[in-house]
């Protein structure tokens, strides 16, 4: 792929997967409202981040553009000109379109800016991430590890007897907190010895339920993708959406089967760490790399306790889940068919693809009236196959006129037996060359039949792969495609 292309495509994958996310979100939004207990479901929100940073990615895939359903959104060319036919006559006016390719000038330097903006983002985020694992890894540090003896003294573990993590306590206004992916630590800290026995198993048994239900994987998988969507506002949403049913789906494990006084006496933890962090200053705990216990700030503990309070364990929602697993994906798969295409030129393909020119007799207009809206040569995207043709605007019943004397090749709704041509006429004329007619509304040809220079033999629609009504006008010879506008021009 030609780095000068890059840019635009970067570009291009970059408000896709903005619409991604931002669609997943409203989607998710209104499924809430349906079901509530999804607050509690990791799977919906965790898959629209990556529906975002799939689409990311596979729009920038070269054979992306083939997989869209629509042609490309012609675009003005730098030497855009029409073709009008007074009384048979062709007169080649050129018009002034200063403003429009003044206008497209500016798309590459907007492109090449939002490539260095992302890569000055995506490091801000990076070393963010960074800086706070490496607070995390100096509060782990200054930590004293907890013994097997110790641990049996302790309160929190008097009744717990299957296999821990590491664990270690620090005489620090912190929240309890997972931390670490692949030897994850269970960090405590000293002042919750002040607690009821009671609460401190509690707050244990969450934390060691986020270990259980392998949560660290999901945060870690998650934070990853909020740095590369780190430009997605949507995408910040659903990383915190996540994060909060990661709290909730512990808080629903724990509590499951349990007695409301135990379940006053969880709720009495989540305020006790609460008041904590406000004697403390410690305010609203930022650490992505960590599970901690309340450390959400004020709203969402008081959303928590009332949920443990008043809440029962949430209803399994398997159609709720089953359809996040399918629409999400879908989602995914249609921001890349219907994807933007976009027609520019790449001056190293146009000036490689277009064949020789052939020395033919003046031919006439295919329409009265040519109003060129993408040229030979130009691509629908970077790394895009060049465009086989000259597309003109065109009216629907607009009549499509043969340019020179020839026989009817080809008359048919399935060109090369697909519908991305829509409806097709095939001409062959002296010299081994041959018109090709698309996107027709209506055939008035049949394939074998002779015509005439002028002769009605289609009238232009919008049948096939098309973003409007247009006719595609492609010219080729002895198989080699030629550029239809040295031969219009002929005309003159």
Known sequence: MAHAVFPLLFLQASISALVTSCLAWALLALARRRWPGLDARRAPWLLAQLAAAVTLAVTMLPAASQLSLFSAAPLPDAAGWSVQVPDGLMTVVLQDRAGEVAALDLLP?????????????????????????????????????????????????????AALPPVREIDAPVSPMLAGLLQPVLLLPRHMRDLPPAQQQ?????????????????????????????FVPAAHSLHGRLQWALELGCDRAVLAGRPQDERRSYAAALLAQLAMQARSGQGRTTAPASLAFGAHGAQAVADRIRLIRDAHPGARLPLASSAALLLLPALCGASVLLQPQFAWRDGAEAASSPGPAPAAPAWQAPLAHLRVTSSFGSVNRPGGTPHQGMDFGAARGTAVLAPADGRVAVSTDQYEGGARYGKVVVIEHASGTRTLYA??????????????????????????????????????RQGAPVDPQALLEGSR
């Open 109 to 161: 330097a907007l492109a090449w800016l939002w490539l260095f903006a992302y890569i000055a983002g995506a490091a801000r985020h990076a070393l963010r991430w960074r800086r706070v694992r490496r607070e995390l890894r100096a509060l782990l540090f200054v930590a004293e590890r907890l013994d097997a003896a110790s641990l049996r003294r302790h309160p929190a573990f008097a009744s717990h007897r």
């Open 202 to 230: 509690l707050i244990v048994a969450h934390e060691l339920m986020h270990l259980r239900r392998r949560d660290p994987l999901w945060q870690h998988g998650a934070t990853l993708l909020q740095l590369l969507l780190w």
């Open 439 to 476: 996107h027709l509304d209506t055939r008035l040809v049949r394939a074998g039949e002779r015509v005439q220079a002028g002769q009605r033999i289609a009238l232009s629609g919008a049948t096939g792969k098309v973003t409007g009504p247009h006719l595609h006008f492609e010219v080729s």
